[in-house]
């Protein structure tokens, strides 16, 4: 059900228009954006909250506190790992996986929304062919559902989430999985995410990043000094823009 999904550009629905003469024309040396999706293209963190617990209580087992922090910097499968040998669970990692996924899907299919001023942004950078991606922890299918719903699925390249990779973001596997599909390099691409620890592991990996607020990050001050550029939201775009006109295209890597 997860894994890397690839769009074709064409149609209105059928692919990016950043994939086709990436920059000509504008004088922009951005060439591609890597985005997170929970929290940070869709307002959809608050499904996470409570899933550990709920999955669990399903299951008949009573959640120890602090739960919450123990698996918000897991991915979906490092959660299900976790889960499998602190509660002793008598399924696979597969199986949890399944499980977790059927607790939150209907809030992708029926309920999460996109930040506001997101979707003038990602139409901005179409507009200047710039090639966009998304690399998230959540499954694949449910990523589709909500772009699909919300009329967005037509900007992106690609999806790439940790199930597939096999890594969370506290690896840069998937930053590094996703750049080489945009055919793009760490000078002229740009990695948006609200998560600290994702942010540290991309900007370690040499990646510059758009750092966007999202209030279930409480380590705001440390997330503005490590991003290249923060964002406290997407409806005033000129910050981004004017940091996007600073960027010098330098030797790949």
Known sequence: ???????ESGGSKGGCSGTESKGKGTGLM???VIFDFDGTLFDSMFVWDAVGETYLR?????????????LKNMSLQQSAAYLQEHYQLKLSVEEICAGINR???SFYFRTVQPKPGILELLEEMKQRNITMCIATA???????????RCHMDHYFSGIFTCTEEGKGKDDPAIFR???????TNRSNTIVFEDAHYAII??????????????????KQQE?????DVYLPDFQDRTRFWKFANTIREEMPT
């Open 1 to 7: 059900l997860c894994g890397i999904r690839h769009y």
């Open 30 to 32: 951005l060439k591609g």
């Open 58 to 70: 399903s299951l008949g087992k009573e959640p120890e506190e602090g739960l919450r922090k123990a």
């Open 103 to 105: 607790t939150v899907e």
């Open 138 to 148: 959540t499954d694949g299918y449910q990523v589709e559902a909500a772009l699909a």
């Open 177 to 183: 999985t996703a750049m080489a599909s945009l055919h």
């Open 201 to 218: 592991t991309a900007k370690e990996d040499g990646f510059m990043v758009a750092a966007v607020y999202d209030n279930k990050e409480k």
């Open 223 to 227: 997330i503005r000094q490590m991003a």
